[in-house]
Each structure stands twice: as C-alpha cells, then as structure tokens.
C-alpha cells in the first residue's frame, strides 16, 4: 500500500509541476513561439536518437504539439506538427501537459521466419497526456507515445474514451514530418511503381506518396518514413505540406487513404477520402521513422517495424514452412504432376494453381469452391493435392478478391480439408479503413485453417508477419511481371523492401527479363521473401537443366543472419546472408560495378568453398552463367567488374 501511495503522490506532483510550467511566460526558439512545459526529450539506449517535444504557438494557436529529433547529433526532423482532426472539432492546439510516463524495453525475440535468427527489442519510451483547455466535449485529452529506438523513433495516438462518446471520427491528420533545406525523396504513388523514377525534390512530392518513403538529406542522413501495426485504420499515405518556414523547410504531411470512386468522366478514377471511426478508447498504428548515417544502415533497421507489431499470437507455428514456389499455368492434372516432379528435382517446395483454376476470377458467379466446370475432365485438384503430399511439394491456391470476399468463410475450412498449404489473395480492395480491416481479417481467418498467405497487388504490410507469421509474403512491388531494370531492382531494398517481404516473381528464360541470369540469381538473394516464386512465365517444359540452376535449388528463403556489404540505391547493393553454417551473397550493381568485395564478415577460424556464378564476359544474350570455385576465407577479397545488368551470386559452405 505505502508503494501504490508513494506512485501516486509521484505521479501528481509531476501532474502537478507540469500545469505549473504550462501558465510560465511564452519565448522564442526556432521560429516558433514556444509555450511551456518546457520540451521534454527522449533518447534511445546508445544515446544516437533524441526525440524532443514541446507545445509551440503557431499562427497565433497556443498549445500545439511539436517534435523534432536528432540522429548521431545532426537533425533528422525539425519543428513537426502533431494532433488529429476530428469530424466535430480540431484536436491540434489549446493543450497542456498534464503527465508524463517512462518505460525501457530490452528483450529478444524470434521470427518464426526471418532474415535474423533474433531480433533485439530495445526502446525508450515516454507517454504524454496532453489535455485540451476548456470544457468537455470541445476539450479533451490525447495522449501521444514515443519510442526512441537506436534505429529511429515511433509515435502514435491514443484517444481516450470520456464522457459518452464511444467514438471518435478522424477526418485526417495534422501529423507532419519536416525537413531542413532541400532533401530528396524517392516518391512513389503506386505501390508497384518504377523506382528508377521517384527520386525529387521533396518539394516537388506528388500527393499520396506511397510508404515507405526513403529521404536523403542534405546533412547526409537517411530517413524513411512509414507505418507499423495497422490493422483496422485507414492505410497512411503522405503529401507534401506547408509548415512554419517552408523557405527553410520541407514538410511531408499524413494523408489517410479512402476507397476508389469515379471521377467527372466514367474513365477517371479517384481516391475518395473517408474518414476512420475509432470506437474509443482507441489507440492509433505506429507512425514511423527510420533513420540511418548510409543507406545500407536502413536496411539493417527495418527491424524497427517488426518490433513495433504485436508478437506472433500463434501457439502452434510448425505448419508455417519457408519455400520456393513455380506456378502451374496449365491448369491440368498432368502439367501440375510436372511441375510437383520439377520442384522436387530442383529444390523447390510449393507449386501454385494462379489465377482461373475455379473459373474467371473477376466473374461473381464463379465458384472458389471448386475447378470450374470447364476444367473438371482435365484437372483434379485432389489427385494432385495427394500427389503433392507424396513428394512433400505444397499446393497453393489463388484467389480473387471477387470470390474472396463472397466465400472466404467457407472456402478456407475447404482448402484445409483437402490439404492445401496455402492461399495466394489477388487484387484486394486496400486503402480504406474497411477493406484494411477486411484482409487482415482474412490472413487471421486463414490461420485457424492452417494456411499460409500470399497477398497480391497494391496490398503492403508493415510487421504484421511478426504478429500471425502465416503471413508468408505480400506482392505491392514492380517485380518481374513489369519488367523492371536493373536499376530499379537496386532501389527496391532501400524503399519496398524495408516494409517487409516482396513477392517479385522471379524468371529465368522469360524476354521480360532485363537483367541477365546472373542478376536474377543475385536479386532473388537481395529481395527479401520466405515465400520465393521462381520461374514466373516459365514452365518446366522450358527449362534446360544447367549449373546454374544449383544456385536456386540450394537457395533457403528464411534466414539465420543478413548483412548488408555494400548499397547504394540505384547503383550498387551486396547482401550476404547465413543459414546455418553456408552463406549466400547477392551483388548487383547497374552503375558502379568496379569493386573490391571483401570477406571480412567471415569467421576468421573457417575456410570455404565458393560457387560464384557471374555473366560470361562477351555473352549480349545475358543467358550464359560461369560457374567457379574457388577457396575463400575471412582474409579474401575480389576484385569485381560487375556489368550495369548483370550480378554475381556466391555460395559459400564450409
């Protein structure tokens, strides 16, 4: 009892100090006129990340809340704007400081897959009550929590339930994040967009910027900025905005996504806004803010969103097997029993049935819960299920949105019964608040069936793998069925890839691949995904069996540890990556492709045999690969001459 008591009686002199410090005289800092309490800071374990906040006035409005923050002491963030917009009212100034409440975090985990065997989970972290002045309801509290993490800082929002008002509708954010002098962004309004286009002036940022979005600023630093455990709001996109200085300064503001309508023409599609209803208490997804000194750093941090995701609420995950993945495009018994041979032969794991196996899937009237009538006297999707089970290979069946949406409940205790491993979600509504509510629903849906989950199309997910790791992968990237260049492939780690797994579909002999061979062996290392698909628009029929193919078919898709050797976006990326005791390295580099690649990573007590397979010098096919071995330790370097579409793969075993 005297503990509760001393807790309390701490807790209201701190209450009480902080109104104390809100009724002091106003003063100047940065442009802003700043009212007290006076800013409060927090700084992450090593001290690298500060995050500062304050209540400023602005444009004649008291109590507005602000933040800024520093990385290795060179400011990342200046003067930002927080607060929320509500259909009733706006909740963004007229507020003290009423409490603040510190929490430290130092614990491990494991991903049931991942790119790391553990992962660290080390933060500081600081809730602030904020209170609005006035009487309720046009006053009310918000409270706002920080996580400053050695790897960047979060925050999100949490509203309070009072009064009788069980729900707050956001109409929009006043969320802002601002930059100092003229940084550049990679901005990217589709989530399958080009890359090799994205890279401006951020103040030039097209509206409904994709997340995350990766910024360089003038001092040097990387930043980018994204979400984290969303799974009933309304998807966050990003805009420019004004601030208090937009001669000095940039700002990218929050925007929250709506649903698709049609514009003054039947042809023109435009995104409706709609705004979220949030049944209070209700607190808000992680908004957030990567930071790095080189751009390699960014990959190395895009832990932080996994970490700002709920853990794996799965008691049982030894169902949930990594794998790669080649697709029937026969929609035949016999060319499925070809494909479960191929996979079994080379190493792979899982076969897909795509896109018409039950039927055209934009047609309502086609039936999920089995093969469309047409393909009945040719396909029996039980006898290559069973066949499947007899050679370990898994089958994975797509859906359409269409059916998807009418039959979910009832197709996946289905597709649980006959055996499948997992679905593949195509062309999902996402954006709103609804439909995101809606295919997360459908990933937890698929769980208690024990079915593993592809998402497809414009569909990103921030850390939600962490929470229900059936959630194998998501596609939300230009991949091979594009076209993309070289170039492009080189960006993707530094700004798709740091929200999570990418399903690229990868090819082989397919002409709409721009790289070579070599790069596709070294890309699919690079791009991230525990479910790798393979040989997209090919087909076993067109395989000719040759060396290189070795590389794939000993290729894992989950991994024990990742480093990153070298990145540059757009120019030059290597990653080096362990299972067990065998490592995999990935180098391509579409400008800069003289280097030195060293070895020191390796542990110096172990010597390896290499299998480097690279382009055959004077090859224009880009078909040819050379295989050589050759001994490598920690003391090793080669030299490299990498073509501007080409790469090398290595594989590494004791």
């Given at each position: 009892?005297?503990?509760?008591?001393?807790?309390?009686?701490?807790?209201?002199?701190?209450?009480?100090?902080?109104?104390?410090?809100?009724?002091?005289?106003?003063?100047?800092?940065?442009?802003?006129?700043?009212?007290?309490?006076?800013?409060?800071?927090?700084?992450?374990?090593?001290?690298?990340?500060?995050?500062?906040?304050?209540?400023?006035?602005?444009?004649?409005?008291?109590?507005?809340?602000?933040?800024?923050?520093?990385?290795?002491?060179?400011?990342?963030?200046?003067?930002?704007?927080?607060?929320?917009?509500?259909?009733?009212?706006?909740?963004?100034?007229?507020?003290?400081?009423?409490?603040?409440?510190?929490?430290?975090?130092?614990?491990?985990?494991?991903?049931?897959?991942?790119?790391?065997?553990?992962?660290?989970?080390?933060?500081?972290?600081?809730?602030?009550?904020?209170?609005?002045?006035?009487?309720?309801?046009?006053?009310?509290?918000?409270?706002?929590?920080?996580?400053?993490?050695?790897?960047?800082i979060a925050f999100r929002y949490t509203i309070p339930r009072e009064g009788n008002y069980d729900t707050f509708e956001i109409t929009s954010e006043a969320t802002q994040f601002v930059f100092s002098g003229n940084p550049l962004g990679w901005g990217m309004d589709i989530a399958q967009g080009d890359y090799t286009t994205a890279l401006q002036p951020l103040k030039k940022l097209i509206t409904g910027c994709e997340r995350p979005l990766t910024v360089k600023l003038e001092n040097g630093l990387f930043v980018a900025l994204a979400e984290a455990n969303n799974q009933d709001f309304a998807r966050m996109r990003l805009a420019k905005c004004s601030t208090a200085d937009d001669v000095a300064n940039v700002g990218v503001g929050v925007t929250l996504d709506g649903r698709k309508g049609k514009g003054s023409t039947p042809q023109q599609i435009?995104?409706?806004?709609?705004?979220?209803?949030?049944?209070?208490?209700?607190?808000?997804?992680?908004?957030?803010?990567?930071?790095?000194?080189?751009?390699?750093?960014?990959?190395?941090?895009?832990?932080?969103?996994?970490?700002?995701?709920?853990?794996?609420?799965?008691?049982?995950?030894d169902w949930i097997k990594p794998g790669k993945v080649i697709r029937d495009i026969t929609l035949t018994t016999k060319g499925a029993k070809e494909c479960i041979d191929f996979s079994a032969k080379y190493g792979l794991q899982y076969v897909l049935?795509?896109?018409?196996?039950?039927?055209?899937?934009?047609?309502?009237?086609?039936?999920?819960?089995?093969?469309?009538?047409?393909l009945r006297a040719v396909l029996n999707m039980q006898e290559v299920i069973d066949y499947g089970k007899s050679k370990n290979?898994?089958?994975?069946?797509?859906?359409?949105?269409?059916?998807?949406?009418?039959?979910?409940?009832?197709?996946?205790?289905?597709?649980e019964k006959w055996g499948v491993a997992g679905v593949k979600y195509g062309f999902v509504n996402h954006g709103s608040q609804y439909w995101t509510r809606f295919t997360y629903d459908a990933i937890r849906k698929a769980a208690k069936h024990h079915l593993m989950v592809n998402v497809h199309d414009e569909f990103r997910s921030f850390g939600y793998e962490r929470t229900f790791p059936?959630?194998?992968?998501?596609?939300?990237?230009?991949?091979?069925?594009?076209?993309?260049?070289?170039?492009?492939?080189?960006?993707?780690?530094?700004?798709?890839?740091l929200a999570g797994p990418m399903d690229h579909t990868f090819c082989w002999n397919?002409?709409?691949?721009?790289?070579?061979?070599?790069?596709?062996?070294?890309?699919?290392?690079?791009?991230?995904?525990?479910?790798?698909?393979?040989?997209?628009?090919?087909?076993?029929?067109?395989?000719?069996?040759?060396?290189?193919?070795?590389?794939?078919?000993?290729?894992?898709?989950s991994w024990d540890e990742t480093r990153v050797l070298e990145g540059d976006p757009g120019r030059r990326v290597v990653i080096a990556r362990r299972k067990g005791t065998d490592w995999f390295i990935g180098a391509i580099a579409p400008t800069d492709?003289?280097?030195?690649?060293?070895?020191?990573?390796?542990?110096?007590?172990?010597?390896?045999?290499?299998?480097?397979?690279?382009?055959?010098?004077?090859?224009?096919?880009?078909?040819?690969?050379?295989?050589?071995?050759?001994?490598?330790?920690?003391?090793?370097?080669?030299?490299?001459?990498l073509s501007s579409n080409g790469g090398m793969a290595i594989h590494l075993s004791p």
């Open positions: 009892m005297k503990g509760l008591l001393t807790t309390v009686l701490l807790t209201v002199l701190l209450a009480g100090n902080l109104v104390a410090q809100a009724t002091a005289q106003t003063v100047k800092s940065d442009g802003l006129t700043v009212s007290p309490p006076t800013e409060v800071k927090l700084a992450s374990p090593n001290g690298n990340v500060v995050v500062y906040f304050r209540l400023a006035t602005i444009d004649g409005k008291i109590g507005c809340p602000v933040y800024r923050v520093d990385y290795q002491g060179k400011p990342a963030l200046v003067d930002s704007r927080l607060g929320l917009y509500d259909r009733m009212r706006s909740v963004i100034n007229n507020f003290e400081l009423v409490d603040k409440k510190l929490r430290s975090n130092q614990t491990a985990w494991k991903p049931v897959v991942g790119e790391k065997e553990s992962i660290e989970d080390k933060y500081e972290e600081m809730e602030l009550t904020l209170q609005m002045t006035g009487e309720f309801p046009q006053a009310r509290r918000l409270l706002i929590t920080f996580r400053a993490y050695d790897s960047g435009v995104f409706i806004q709609e705004s979220v209803l949030c049944p209070t208490p209700y607190t808000m997804p992680w908004r957030v803010v990567m930071l790095a000194a080189r751009p390699g750093e960014l990959i190395d941090h895009s832990d932080l969103i996994l970490n700002l995701n709920q853990p794996c609420e799965l008691t049982n995950t049935f795509d896109a018409g196996w039950y039927g055209p899937e934009f047609d309502p009237t086609s039936d999920a819960s089995s093969v469309a009538p047409k290979i898994g089958i994975i069946l797509y859906v359409n949105h269409v059916a998807m949406e009418q039959q979910l409940d009832d197709i996946l205790p289905l597709y059936n959630l194998m992968t998501s596609e939300g990237v230009h991949g091979d069925e594009g076209k993309p260049t070289p170039a492009h492939n080189a960006i993707l780690p530094f700004t798709r890839g397919s002409t709409k691949i721009l790289g070579t061979k070599s790069h596709q062996l070294a890309s699919s290392t690079i791009l991230y995904s525990p479910w790798q698909f393979l040989f997209w628009y090919d087909s076993p029929k067109t395989i000719i069996d040759e060396p290189a193919l070795n590389y794939w078919k000993d290729l894992p898709t492709g003289k280097f030195n690649l060293s070895f020191d990573f390796l542990p110096a007590e172990i010597s390896y045999k290499a299998q480097i397979y690279t382009d055959v010098v004077g090859d224009t096919s880009g078909k040819a690969v050379k295989l050589e071995e050759r001994s490598i330790n920690s003391s090793s370097i080669i030299p490299l001459d």
